[in-house]
């Protein structure tokens, strides 16, 4: 769970005279090269022109103020939201608190009303080569980290190379086609990439955190401590107590502050995390009005527990949110390391033995839908048939793809509901005896080895969730287990991929890249720790498919790009899907005000909402 993103880049010199890129073979086709931008869109115009002064899904007079003591619903990198032992997020030792991003800034900002713009932040400008290998950045002067100490063109460079050697395996990813980061002068940065890179690479760079260079060089970047690390953002740790809380303070003197890309945003004064190995007592804390925001995943709880009180007092609002338009996958990736989960056959008479239709009635209570794909609530996924276009990028790999890739879009199986499908339960045992696995007693084996299946977890709600699932792996002979571990324990075995199948969910861009994709399915990533190639798959095939992704020239290329590869894995079963929520399931106490607006690719509601102290009084808080 947790978040995904990567980039890349080469040298050139000479940027300076101002010059059109005449025919649109790139990405970034209508950015001119060599001429200063305030922001910059991969596939086309920017929403927001040069002297902008906020965002649309902003309110600029939000009042300052005010306690938000929250449970994210997301987080990245090594970060993890039941303990943590580092203030480093951005390497892969150690679990970090979620956040700490927002104590960093970095060249340019996401518009989260946009799906692939980006807009200038620490950078006051920027401008590209003509060939799109070079990035110039010019830094504001103002620009300072926490000590008053000016944030230059080499802090941003000494960034860049440290994070490409030594950071978590997602940003190395990010910066693998960088060759170069060089501080022209004080206030001038260039990125140089090897022109391998996706198309698009460079809105996930510039989006990597600056550090202090004399912070570092004085501190090792790759030890796991609790120090608070010199940075520049809007907030920064005020109070840690390793393990249980964490508080961010907002910087009153920010130099930030009055960025139109800042501007409306982060409103509250402390932000404040507290951390529960069991999800039963944050949501107690939450009744109690010590947490006062929580977004809710229980399907059970949803239903049934959000009666207490503060609810039917009126003080605890619950209510739905509409979601994101980004892909979204929740799956089982089944660990193809092990020799046993790598014929396709084995992962589909798992996939067979999952009765949704039974699990969202009984469990669920009706509050989800059926995955299909990957890509849920995004235009990548695929559907019918192959458009001529996906057929130009699939035929060429038609000895090594499933015939199925090339037909109607896979669908996951339908069930009768009865949790015990016996039709869908019988194709499951013919595709394992198709697969060399015969009846030993009451467990399946092949070549002396039993066929069985460890489902890793870490929290106990999971073991009411996956019961019917076992009870059908069981039936048809697969030897199954749920493995309750703590969270430190979760998180380093998925790290080094030390499980049989696991459940996760992670979000993507709007905008994926070859970069970020490759983390996910490329070969050359099943190896890497801290990479998020949990099937380990040595496919052959999803190298030649990303190849299309980083090669997109515009949004209708990069959806046929991602359709293909949609398709693909939908036929491999890499990756099972299993469920989805069409909307953010919410409860918070009635002390907030938020914009009307609600952007499309992102909602930081810690960033966006803000104290309302005349709510706060009217329900006596």
């Known amino acids: 769970m947790a978040a995904l993103d990567r980039r890349t880049f080469l040298l050139a010199s000479g940027l300076g005279a101002a ?37 649309d899904y902003v309110d600029p007079q939000a009042p300052k103020g005010g306690l938000f003591n929250f449970q994210p619903p997301n987080w990245q990198y090594n970060q993890n939201v039941q303990t943590f032992n580092t ?13 700490m991003e927002l104590c960093f800034d970095s060249l340019m900002v996401r518009a989260l009303d946009e799906p692939d713009a980006q807009y200038c932040h620490l950078a006051e400008w920027v401008e590209v080569s003509e060939d799109r290998n070079v990035w110039r950045f010019g830094l504001r002067p103002e620009a300072r980290f926490h000590d008053g100490s000016p944030v230059t ?23 693998r086609e960088l060759t170069e980061a060089v501080a022209v002068d004080e206030r001038t940065l260039e990125l140089r990439f090897s022109g391998d890179q996706s198309a698009n690479a460079i809105l996930a760079a510039v989006e990597i955190p600056v550090l202090s260079q004399a912070y570092y060089s004085e501190h090792p970047f790759d030890s796991s401590n609790l ?46 995390i507290e951390f529960f190995a069991d999800r039963q007592a944050g949501f107690e804390q939450f009744k109690k009005g010590e947490i006062q925001f929580r977004e809710e995943f229980t399907s059970k709880s949803w239903a049934t527990e959000y009666t207490f009180p503060a609810i039917t007092q009126g003080r605890v609002i619950k209510r739905t949110f509409p979601s994101e338009r980004l892909p979204m996958m929740q799956a089982w990736p089944v660990n193809q390391r092990r020799a046993r989960f790598a014929d396709w056959r084995v992962r589909q008479a798992i996939n067979l033995c999952f009765d949704f239709r039974w699990t969202n009635d009984k469990i669920f209570y009706n509050a989800y839908e059926r995955s299909q794909s990957l890509f849920e609530k ?29 037909g109607e879009a896979v669908t996951q199986p339908v069930s009768d509901g009865s949790g015990r499908d016996r039709a869908l339960l019988r194709q499951a045992v013919t595709l394992l005896g198709e697969a060399g696995w015969t009846r030993d007693g009451q467990v399946l084996k092949k070549d002396g080895e039993s066929l069985s299946v460890e489902i890793l977890i870490r929290s106990p709600v999971f073991e ?128 907030f005000g938020f914009p009307d607006t609600k952007p499309d690719y992102g909602w930081p509601v810690e ?15």
Do not use: C
């Open 464 to 591: 009411r969730v996956l019961s019917g699932l076992v009870e059908n792996m069981r039936r048809v002979g697969i030897e199954t287990s749920i493995r309750l571990v703590d969270p430190v324990q979760f998180q380093s075995r998925l790290d080094t991929f030390d499980f049989d199948m696991v459940g996760l969910a992670l979000s993507m861009s709007a905008t994926p890249t070859r970069e970020s994709l490759a983390s996910m399915f490329s070969d050359s990533f099943a190896t890497v720790e801290g990479s998020n190639n949990y099937p380990g798959a040595q496919s052959g095939v999803y190298d030649d498919l990303l190849a299309h992704v980083g090669k997109a020239e515009s949004r209708e290329a990069l959806v046929t790009a991602m359709r293909a590869l949609d398709r693909v894995e939908r036929a491999r079963l890499d990756w099972i899907p299993n469920w989805y929520s069409a909307d953010h399931k919410v409860a918070f106490w009635d002390m």
């Open 153 to 175: 063109a080499s802090d941003a460079a000494y960034s860049y190379t440290l994070l490409k050697e030594e950071g978590h395996p997602n940003i190395v990813i990010t910066l």
């Open 378 to 406: 995004s235009e990548f996924v695929a559907t019918g048939m192959p458009t001529e276009a996906e057929l130009a990028i699939l035929e060429p790999l038609r000895e090594r793809l499933p015939e199925a890739a090339f």
């Open 607 to 621: 960033s966006l909402w803000w104290f309302d102290e005349d709510k706060a009084r009217a329900i006596g808080r």
């Open 19 to 55: 010059g059109m890129l005449t025919p649109a073979r790139h990405a970034f086709a209508r950015v001119p090269s060599n001429t200063r931008l305030h922001g910059i869109s991969a596939f086309g115009d920017l929403k927001y022109p040069a002297d902008f002064t906020h965002f």
């Open 227 to 272: 120090d608070i690390p010199l940075s520049s953002g809007a907030y920064r740790p005020s109070r840690v107590d390793a393990g249980r809380f964490i508080e961010y303070g907002r910087v009153e003197d920010y130099w930030g502050r009055d960025l139109p890309t800042v501007r409306g945003q982060n409103n509250f004064d402390t932000l404040r």
């Open 87 to 99: 203030l480093n997020s951005f390497i892969l030792r150690g679990d970090a608190p979620p956040r």
